[in-house]
């Protein structure tokens, strides 16, 4: 079972969101939360496989208790969505950087809410699929100059090809597709370019292709 934490200070949206969750077979809603620092102690005591988190709440926001889940080892596994209205929210980068996997919209289709819990669990989701590519624009956009490309000199010319493709939004099954290789194969290369380099997930993944100067603004292709 994949054990879900709501935190959302709308009791509505939770409410829905449980419905739509707890009628899966394999997700369960384990708590909710109604504000940061409510979400903090819950994510503490249940250790839940996902956190939707929204990202304005009182008490504490949802950036902030990010940072806390995802500073504390205990919560190594846990991994943190962000919930916004706004399909751009200014606090979505600053999330990313903090260690969230990946933000939805609140008004996002029910399958695929259920496909990014999914897919999250398996360590292969950024982002909503139908606004991925318009953050890691506006990412770049706002991002510093590249830094040296140092830090990744410890890949493979293929992991950094494949971090490339990363950076410019696409799955592993359109890295596969592109590289002419199997998803599986793809998704090895991800996975070691996130070790070696220290990446949380891909989320974290495509702001050091960007940042190190591997992937520029304009190569969205």
């Given at each position: ?63 902030a208790a990010t940072r806390e889940i995802t500073s504390e080892q205990a919560l190594a596994t846990v991994k943190v969505v962000m919930l916004t209205t706004f399909e751009l929210d200014e606090y979505v980068f600053e ?20 496909r990014a819990v999914r897919a999250v669990v398996d360590g292969d989701a950024l982002l909503s699929p139908g606004v991925t590519r318009r953050l890691i624009a506006e990412f770049a956009a706002r991002s510093k100059e ?76």
């Open positions: 079972m994949i054990r879900v934490l709501l935190a959302d200070d709308q009791l509505l949206v939770r409410a829905g969101f449980r419905a739509l969750l707890d009628a899966q077979g394999d997700i369960e809603v384990v708590g909710e939360a109604a504000d940061g620092r409510e979400a903090l102690g819950l994510v503490r005591e249940l250790r839940p496989d996902v956190v939707l988190m929204d990202i304005r709440m009182p008490r504490l926001d949802g950036l999330a990313i950087r903090a260690g969230a996997c990946g933000f939805l919209v609140k008004d996002t289709e029910p399958d695929e809410l259920l590249p830094a040296a490309d140092g830090a990744l000199a410890e890949l493979t010319e293929r992991e950094r090809e494949v971090m490339a493709l990363v950076g410019i939004g696409l799955s592993n099954d359109e890295i596969a597709r592109r590289l002419v290789v199997s998803p599986l194969t793809a998704k090895t290369h991800v996975s070691r370019a996130m070790v070696k380099l220290g990446a949380r997930d891909r989320a974290q993944l495509v702001i050091l292709a960007y940042e190190s100067g591997l992937v520029r603004p304009g190569w969205l292709g």
